[in-house]
């Protein structure tokens, strides 16, 4: 049965559909949870980023580049320091290679749908950093995971960005790698409640075993199953390799190991930058 669903979510991932970012409205609800502080809005391109190190910023591939070439979103970014918002200047940003090539022939993938955005001055964060886990398909599946998006995208100086959340429902699926590493989580959904555009690239937290907030993937789109004809809203999870490609594209050694727990001995991969 599961490597029935892989196959069929993988015919899926190489259609237009399962790239377009959702729209609408969904029944959400403010969060005035600390580790949300971290949550970046991209105006420009109408998605979320996630502050990971003090000084780079997680998001989708899809919402900084088109397969093509980098996306045009401005020259700065408001971020919060976890108590007030504050213009920082864009430095880089980021894909892999991977996904340009995918793109490119015409198999555009959730699995590689990763971006990262450097900023040149570091945040003087007041709160905590999400930790980046790979969790087990028995979390994913039985656990709660929440989907946290910026809402409205209100970006001026000293004013705050609303942040709204949306839990994933208990009808999921969780598609694995041949070694049993999740690569995808799935959650039917009722294709007339729809999604703000915003929450693509939106982060999916779930709680550890001592009850701490993790990140562990981010919302790449809705996609329809062509066969069924139902919708589903997938997050692409963190397994190991996709760490290492964060890892890489983090570049700063130094910030990689200390908030991120990169090694230096990770897989190198090969990445696309541009500097803004």
Known sequence: MALFFWFIFVTIMFTDAAMQPPKGGDDLTNNNNPI?????????????????????????????????????????LAVSDGVTLREYKIYKEFVTQEYIMKYRYGKKSLLTDLGLISIVESVAHTGVFPKLATPIANDLYHGDVVLAAASGFNTKIQEEVTIETSEINKE???????????????????????????????GAFSKDSNGNEQLVGLFVGRVPDKFSGDFYNVVQVFDKESLDIICVMVED????????????NRNKREVKSAVV
């Not at 109408?46 to 919402?63: D, V």
């Not at 050694?253 to 230096?264: G, S």
């Open 36 to 76: 949300y502080t971290n949550i970046v809005s991209i105006p420009q391109t109408k998605c979320t980023g996630i502050l990971i190190t003090p000084m780079h910023i997680l998001t989708t591939a899809t919402c900084i580049h088109d397969g093509k070439q980098f996306l045009d979103i401005g020259k700065t």
């Open 172 to 202: 999921r699926i969780v598609l694995t790698s041949p070694g049993g590493e999740p690569k995808l989580l799935a959650s039917k959904v009722d294709p007339s409640d729809l999604l703000p555009s915003y929450f693509n690239g939106a």
């Open 253 to 264: 050694p130094v910030l990689a190991a200390m908030f991120l727990q990169c090694k230096r």
